[in-house]
Nanobody, 129 residues
Framework: QVQLVESGGGSVQAGGSLRLSCAAS???????????WGWFRQAPGKEREGVAT???????IYADSVKGRFTISQDNAKNTLYLQMNSLQVEDTAMYYC????????????????????WGQGTQVTVSS
């Protein structure tokens, strides 16, 4: 099981930037090559949605709503996941969660919340106009 701790959330005006971090500890259920983790978000009254996912090989996938504005990255030595968020919009306001241990070995299947086993506690991002 992987333990995840997010940080970096906050309040920012539209057009601003934030960088989220997710520190991981513990042991993955899966082999190194079969390891995907990513960021999700959930706004009040809405379902949790995928934002971006990355594999250990650096392959990435993004939600259409954040393409060109958000960048997911990882530091394997530090076992830390990042999400650089630029050009933030009011619609980006949500609780952001880090997730690890996707049950599938295909990146395109690791975009739904149901695919992941381990979750952080979340960090709030609020964007004002």
């Amino acid at each position: 099981q992987v333990q995840l701790v997010e940080s970096g959330g906050g309040s920012v005006q539209a057009g601003g930037s934030l960088r989220l971090s997710c520190a991981a500890s513990g042991r993955s259920r899966y082999t190194y090559n079969h390891y995907y983790w990513g960021w999700f978000r959930q706004a009040p009254g809405k379902e949790r949605e995928g934002v971006a996912t990355i594999g250990r090989d650096g392959s990435t996938i993004y939600a259409d709503s954040v393409k060109g504005r958000f960048t997911i990255s990882q530091d394997n030595a530090k076992n830390t996941l990042y999400l650089q968020m630029n050009s933030l919009q009011v619609e980006d306001t949500a609780m952001y969660y880090c997730a690890a241990d996707c049950r599938y070995s295909i990146l395109s299947l690791c975009v739904r919340a149901q695919a992941f086993d381990d979750w952080g506690q979340g960090t709030q991002v609020t964007v004002s106009s």
